[in-house]
């Protein structure tokens, strides 16, 4: 392979990324670092007695559950298509696209290891990730194996952990889920963490071109 394609190839993907962390990084700064905030300074009153604030905090509660989500599906749309980017480059072709595109994110593990050489929850965020993909599968779903699965892991994230056994994971669970400012903000730094560690790897994955690292050498186009 020539040096252009190495360098073409290392730029198509660091761009990607880069594109990545630019678009979470508006959503982070302009929708999850105002809305809690701003709604919770408008709508909070001290004085007010009865079941007012409580009711407040609740729905507070409910709008964090779908940030959560928004932030899974936006991490979970990028990871599947560099990944899949990843296995055109290795491949030559699209061979894995569909697999990559409708496989469950625990089973792209393999994908993970086989281009880049790390599972997800050794990558830097990796855990709070799958954390957090159990997480928006609860809001969408409610029962199910990830409702399980956040049940045997994180019994801190319900208000109540619904009890493993038939007929105890239902479609409320979601109603169930406490998820805190500090969970919201833990997960949106794992995603920047996974991309910053991803897009280093992607570099590291690319020899220097000749110039970079003998001076006297002249570039091609120059």
């Known amino acids: 392979m020539s040096s252009g394609s190495q360098i ?7 761009l990607m990324i880069s594109s990545f962390v630019l678009e979470f990084g ?15 300074d408008r709508l909070i009153d001290p004085s007010v007695e009865g079941s007012h604030n409580w009711r407040v905090l609740l729905a507070l509660g409910q709008l964090n559950s779908q940030l959560a989500l928004a932030i899974q599906a936006m991490w979970e749309t990028h990871f599947r298509r560099w990944l899949r980017a990843c ?5 030559g ?3 894995e696209g569909a697999n990559i595109k409708r496989l469950p ?17 050794d990558m830097p965020g990796g855990s709070a990730l799958r954390e957090l993909v159990l997480v928006g599968n609860v809001v969408r779903h409610g029962d199910g194996p990830s409702a399980a ?15 493993i056994g038939e007929g105890t994971l239902s479609e409320e669970n979601a109603d ?7 969970r919201l903000k833990q997960y949106a ?16 994955t690319f020899e220097d071109p000749p110039w970079a690292t003998e001076p006297s050498i002249e570039r091609s186009d120059s």
């Open 87 to 91: 296995a055109v480059e290795a491949h």
């Open 176 to 182: 169930k889920l406490i998820v805190s400012d500090a």
């Open 8 to 14: 073409s190839k290392a730029m198509t993907a660091d």
């Open 105 to 121: 994110i625990d089973r792209l593990d393999k994908h993970l290891l086989e281009l880049r050489g790390v599972r997800l929850t």
């Open 189 to 204: 730094e794992a995603v920047q963490q996974f991309w910053f560690a991803s897009s280093r790897a992607v570099h590291a």
């Open 26 to 40: 508006y959503f982070e700064e302009f929708v999850l670092d105002h809305v809690f905030d701003a709604i919770a």
């Open 149 to 163: 699965l956040l049940v045997a892991t994180a019994q801190d994230i319900w208000r109540t952990a619904p009890t």
């Open 93 to 95: 072709d699209d061979r």
